[in-house]
């Protein structure tokens, strides 16, 4: 695989990310969307394998390409399954041209000073060391913002910055995902408050390696525009954190350089009763409108 094919893309091509990677703890309510409900399975092997097949249905459907999603997101077990005989990473980038990342947290700790940090991730350099030779360009890493807290804002950017220097020491490009949340009563202010908080991370990272954000659709348009142009910061993408397909597009269209990273808002309406036609035609409207919101701006 080649790494500068998969920098040059996610730099500046046009397009999204597509966010495919629900884990233990939301699975069942993805599936349960997808029109699997829990009593149709017995246990987490046969629900991740239901879920796995969810995957590659989405990802071998003829939409899924590069033309317009130039990389997805996957989850530990996606990464390491296959489509038909080829693992997934591979599959991805050799055969549909979207570049492969991990997610790589574990989970969130009880809310403290109106933010939830990540979880320890034990085994991180193993996972990354076994994600590089499967080919994956990047990890994600999510933690949550409620309240417009600045020590707490403080303490979620400094441990995403820590996480990310572990990532980049292993070649791998980070995407940092404090996610405020859309229902926060301090949305716009916390989204202020963590924007000074970023950017005073980028001037002091060490090194020479690039990041990725992965953030809220701000309340003020173009509030992390000076983010978007900042010399180690790769991309800048959004995700769509519960905002329905319709409001998600026109919230990012007002917030020029951010592009979409979705994952309800892309895989909402695909239903596993569809037929393989009507489930394509489906992801092609969604694709089309994600798009056209990460590359068209009002």
């Not at 990272?205 to 953030?215: A, H, N, R």
Request: hydrophobic share 45%; with cysteine.
């Amino acid at each position: 695989m080649s790494i500068e094919s998969m920098k040059s893309q996610l730099s500046a091509k046009p397009g999204f990310i597509a966010a495919l990677d629900q884990s233990g703890g939301s699975t069942p309510g993805a599936l349960s969307h997808y029109g699997i409900p829990e009593s149709a399975y017995h246990g987490d092997d046969e629900m991740f394998r239901l879920m796995h097949e969810m995957r590659v249905r989405i990802i071998t459907a003829p939409s899924f390409t590069g033309d317009k999603i130039i990389a997805a997101i996957l989850f530990e077990r996606t990464m390491d399954g296959l489509v038909g005989e080829k693992p997934v990473p591979s599959y991805l980038w050799e055969d549909r041209g979207v570049v492969p990342f991990l997610k790589v947290d574990k989970g969130l700790e009880d809310e403290v000073d109106g933010v939830r940090l990540m979880k320890p991730i034990p085994g991180l350099d193993p996972l990354l060391a076994r994600a590089v030779k499967l080919g994956i360009y990047g990890t994600k890493e999510r933690s949550v913002i409620n309240l417009a807290n600045p020590e707490g804002i403080a303490a979620i950017a400094a441990q995403q910055f820590d996480v990310a220097r572990q990532i980049a020491a292993h070649g791998l490009v980070p995407i940092l995902e404090p996610e405020v949340l859309i229902k926060s009563p301090q949305k716009a202010a916390a989204e202020a408050i963590l924007r000074d908080e970023l950017a005073r991370g980028l001037d002091a990272l060490p090194g020479d390696y690039q990041v990725m954000l992965k953030l809220t659709i701000p309340e003020t348009p173009d509030l992390y525009l000076d983010l978007v142009r900042h010399p180690r910061v790769q991309r800048v993408v959004a995700l769509s954190g519960g905002y329905t397909l319709d409001d998600a597009c026109t919230r990012l269209a007002a917030n020029h350089g951010m592009i979409a990273s979705f994952s309800r808002a892309l895989l909402g309406e695909l239903k596993v009763s569809m037929t393989d036609a009507e489930f394509d035609a489906t992801l092609v409207a969604a694709i089309d409108k994600i798009y056209r919101a990460s590359t068209i701006k009002s």
